[in-house]
């Protein structure tokens, strides 16, 4: 075992050190901004964007459903890595801070359109299925129409923001 952590030790001063040229100075390593910038990065961003918002609110949703299917642990893991998706996504992401709006705007446009699809499926009820006691149920309840329509432009909407806007 000692030697095991001297050998850790070794290789990551080893590392450490390789970091740096041999005057000492820092190495500088990023891309220019004018590559940084560019629209096919800024593409991948955007689908990385959708991407890590649509995991985390499937994740919430399926944990939702276990959890109120009586299966709490793994409902209770799936919601914690949901969370943790979240958590890590400005380490995944570039964010723009002055588009903020934008952002929370796709978060709750996705949620509209996928959360409850989740949560339906993970119980096993219809696709089109409109409960009693959340708030957007009530709504779709009072307008007597299927949820699957405004799901669908909610979800449609939580695409194109990213993709138009950002």
């Given at each position: ?40 990065l ?9 991407g ?30 949901s ?7 400005p ?76």
């Amino acid at each position: 075992m000692k030697r095991l952590i001297l050998l850790v030790l070794l290789f990551s001063f080893i590392n450490c050190y390789s970091q740096t040229d041999s005057v000492n100075v820092q190495m500088d390593y990023q891309a220019p901004k004018s590559c940084r910038s560019s629209k096919k990065l800024n593409n991948l961003n955007n689908l990385k964007l959708i991407g890590v918002y649509t995991a985390s609110i499937l994740l919430n949703g399926i944990g939702d459903g276990l959890n109120d299917s009586r299966h709490k642990t793994s409902g209770h893991f799936l919601n914690s890595l949901s969370i943790g998706v979240l958590v890590v996504s400005p380490f995944l992401l570039d964010y723009d801070k002055d588009k903020w709006y934008w952002y929370l705007a796709t978060y709750i446009s996705l949620r509209i359109g996928l959360f409850d699809i989740a949560y339906n499926s993970t119980r096993r009820l219809p696709f089109g299925y409109s409960g009693t006691t959340s708030p957007s149920d009530k709504v779709y309840n009072s307008m007597h129409v299927t949820p699957i329509v405004p799901r669908s432009i909610f979800f449609a909407l939580g695409i194109s923001i990213p993709i138009t806007k950002l």
